[in-house]
């Protein structure tokens, strides 16, 4: 098909009807919902099933594509810093579930690069404040407006620590 023929396809309502019909199949009949469940499922695959071929394989594709990051940013001056986020279900046993984070932490050892690993003071704040992590997400991933403050405070207190900043305190 011509660029012009997909662009109006792709207006159509069959398009749009059959595109609707192919998400409901794939994730049911609450798309968002099905969706957000089974992005959690892949993710905590990353926790439960490490070794699994398809989880190695992303974690090569995503350090690589990290490492290319990396380059570029040293390559032109750029300071650069990995913030790793945690996921709220890393809350429920932190100590079994923070493989991610060690993947990242070793990657970051071997380039040199500073990190902030959140779950640690996420938990240490949850625990101080008698809060479950609904204090902190909104959902598996999104913060809280509190979330979000805590999580700016811990990235500007790193960016100093590491003096990723031409001009600070």
Request: glycine share 2%; aromatic share 6%.
């Amino acid at each position: 098909l011509s660029t012009w023929q997909e662009r109006s396809l792709r207006s159509s309502n069959i398009y749009y009807t059959l595109r609707k019909v192919v998400a409901k199949v794939r994730f049911g009949d609450n798309v968002a919902q099905g969706a957000a469940k089974k992005e959690k499922l892949r993710v905590t695959s990353l926790v439960e099933q490490p070794n699994d071929a398809q989880v190695t394989q992303a974690w090569e594709i995503t350090l690589g594509n990290v490492e290319k990051i990396v380059a570029l940013c040293r390559e032109h001056d750029v300071p650069v810093m990995l913030v790793v986020f945690p996921m709220t279900f890393q809350f429920d046993q932190p100590a079994n579930k923070h493989i991610p984070q060690r993947i990242m932490r070793d990657f970051a050892i071997k380039h040199s690069v500073p990190m902030i690993d959140l779950l640690p003071p996420m938990t240490h704040w949850l625990q101080t404040n008698h809060e479950p992590p609904a204090a902190l997400f909104i959902d598996d991933s999104h913060l809280t407006v509190e979330g979000s403050k805590l999580t700016a405070r811990l990235i500007c207190d790193a960016i100093v620590m590491h003096k990723l900043l031409a001009h600070g305190p």
